[in-house]
């Protein structure tokens, strides 16, 4: 026979029971945004945390009415496969893979100390321990991995806000093991004393902040997938034209006011529409990548690569005289030369000519173009496969 069930436990049931209404809706929004955003499959892993945290947490509620041999140890490991699918989660929206032999190692080990002190020897601080030290190593797991995170400027708050959220709730989980291994022995986690109601009433905060942040971070990477077709040419990874002449405006300015040298280069792949006509269009799309490929991997953080129509390409150079982008111009001409692209068996060479033209202090962006085009120009009248500079001789 089960013992009864004092009337006092029914405030901390109550807890509970809030505990698994805010799972259940935090379940359901990760998987409707997960439906639309099938793509997002860190969705998927947060709300099959959330929702088998739900199941777990409602079997809590019934600890003392069915036996505590069958609630206790599958309660525990429902409740810590949340953790596990939530660190699995930010693996996923991390682009890394899924640990499943380590997830599922540390649910084993965790789901057998619960069975041991349940069947062998009723512990509940035992298991309260247990439990406590399994949730903060999955929290701090997975806090490190959002931490790790290189993104976009404008995923990062996000992201670190999430990272602190569950540093904060590791922090807590392991304040409530030190004060519930130095007190007086616990009976049942649902008995109200202030330890229990508060690690409740925190759960409810961890877990609503933690829902917030995962949708956040999701809304964010959303908006940078926007900001990403908007910017940025889909088959080479460059900037297309639009973002690469707004981007370039506002270095000029910044050029402008603090008299920096600043340089654009339009370089341009020569016979480009023979390609196109003799191996395909295909062919030509991919000599583009290759081309694209080479010119970024010369390239500093600060400069700006884009397409500018066609196989024409823009590159502008912060902080970079005519001198230094002559130099950059001849390497990059000398790799696209000597990397032939290997398409379907057949190897397909490929030139580029480059034209260079300094942007003057108060001069508009379009005045370095002109000069630019004139450049290239006559790189292709001289015989292509040719570096010129605006104002140079020949």
């Known amino acids: 026979m089960p013992p009864p069930i004092p009337d006092m ?43 088998v945290g739900a199941c777990g947490l409602a079997l809590i509620a019934l600890y003392g009415v069915w036996p505590a041999a069958l609630v206790v140890p599958l309660a525990n490991a429902l409740v810590a496969s949340t953790y596990v699918l939530n660190w699995f989660g930010v693996r996923s929206f991390a682009g890394r893979p899924i640990p499943w032999r380590s997830g599922l190692a ?8 619960n069975m041991w002190f349940v069947v062998i020897e009723n512990d509940v601080t035992a298991r309260i321990l247990i439990a406590s030290t399994g949730f903060c190593g999955l929290l701090l797991l997975a806090a490190l991995e959002l931490w790790r995170m290189e993104p976009a400027d404008r995923l990062r708050r996000a992201q ?9 709730h590791a922090l807590f989980v392991a304040g409530r093991a030190v004060l519930t291994a130095w007190s007086e022995p616990v009976s049942s986690i649902l008995v109200p004393d202030p330890v229990q109601s508060a690690s409740f009433l925190e759960s409810i905060l961890a877990i609503t902040a933690w829902g917030f942040g995962f949708l956040s971070m999701t809304s964010e990477r959303l908006q940078a997938d926007l900001d990403r077709i908007a910017t940025i040419d889909p088959l080479t990874g460059a900037l297309n034209r639009r973002a690469f002449m707004s981007h370039a405006e506002r270095e000029l300015l910044r050029a402008q006011r603090s008299g920096a040298p600043l340089t654009l280069l339009l370089l341009d792949l020569d016979r ?18 290759r081309f694209s490929e080479i010119v970024s991997a010369r390239l500093r953080r600060t400069d700006l690569f884009g397409r500018y129509g066609g196989e024409e390409f823009c590159l502008l150079l912060p902080d970079t005289d005519q001198i230094g982008a002559a130099a950059l111009a001849e390497a990059l001409r000398r790799d696209v030369a000597a990397r032939p692209l290997d398409f379907q068996g057949q190897e397909i060479a490929a030139t580029v000519s480059i034209g260079i033209a300094a942007c003057h202090g108060g001069e508009p962006l379009d005045a370095a ?7 290239l120009y006559r790189a292709k009248h001289n015989g292509r496969n040719q570096v010129i500079a605006a104002g140079a001789a020949g």
Do not use: E, P
């Open 9 to 51: 436990m029914l405030d901390t049931r109550t807890l509970v029971i809030a505990l698994v209404g805010i799972c259940l809706l935090l379940s359901a929004a990760s998987f409707l945004a997960w439906r639309v955003h099938r793509h997002i499959t860190a969705l998927a892993y947060w709300a099959g945390g959330a929702l």
């Open 272 to 289: 480009f529409k023979r390609v196109n006509d003799t191996f395909g269009h295909l062919a030509g799309d991919a000599l583009l990548r």
């Open 106 to 113: 540390v649910l084993a080990a965790m789901t057998a100390g």
């Open 160 to 168: 670190r806000v999430t990272a602190m959220v569950f540093l904060l």
């Open 369 to 375: 173009l002109a000069a630019a085009d004139r450049a």
